[in-house]
């Protein structure tokens, strides 16, 4: 029953989370491992296709701007690439890395991988803690 209520909501969380409205998937994320500390592994599935997909968002919102030169501020953007999405976890860092990826016209088949494992990887830290706070 709680899957039917949980799952969605941190879905949504997570996908918010990695746009630039509000959101804290972080949070839905501990209090859904509380609640059902088993469904872990669903949890963080759930969780990372979210926030994947609010990051696609992300990216092609930033194919929308128009294209200017690097300054030198952002050439570092150039030279670590797509690579540079596996810190897309980071809170307001990594929108702002989703929507350069976007501005910058990298190709999709490079941005996803890096973006999937840096959503991925943000949530598997988390299960441990969460896991403990419950008490499993």
Do not use: H
Not at 24 to 38: D, K, R
Not at 81 to 110: E, I, T
Not at 115 to 120: C, E, P, Q, S, V
Request: glycine share 8%.
């Amino acid at each position: 029953m709680a899957d039917a209520l949980w799952l969605p909501g941190l879905f949504a969380s997570a996908f918010l989370s990695a746009t630039l409205l509000p959101g804290n998937s972080e949070l839905a994320l501990a209090a859904y491992l509380y609640q059902a500390p088993q469904q872990w592994l669903i949890a963080v599935a759930v969780a990372t296709l979210g926030n994947t997909l609010g990051g696609v968002v992300t990216v092609w919102m930033g194919r929308r701007l128009p294209r200017k030169e690097l300054s030198p501020r952002t050439a570092w953007l150039a030279r670590w690439g797509p690579l540079s999405l596996a810190l897309s976890w980071v809170p307001v860092v990594g929108d702002a890395l989703c929507a350069a990826a976007g501005w910058l016209r990298w190709p999709w088949k490079q941005i996803l991988p890096w973006l999937i494992a840096g959503k991925l990887l943000r949530y598997l830290a988390l299960v441990p803690l969460a896991r403990a706070a419950a008490g499993t």
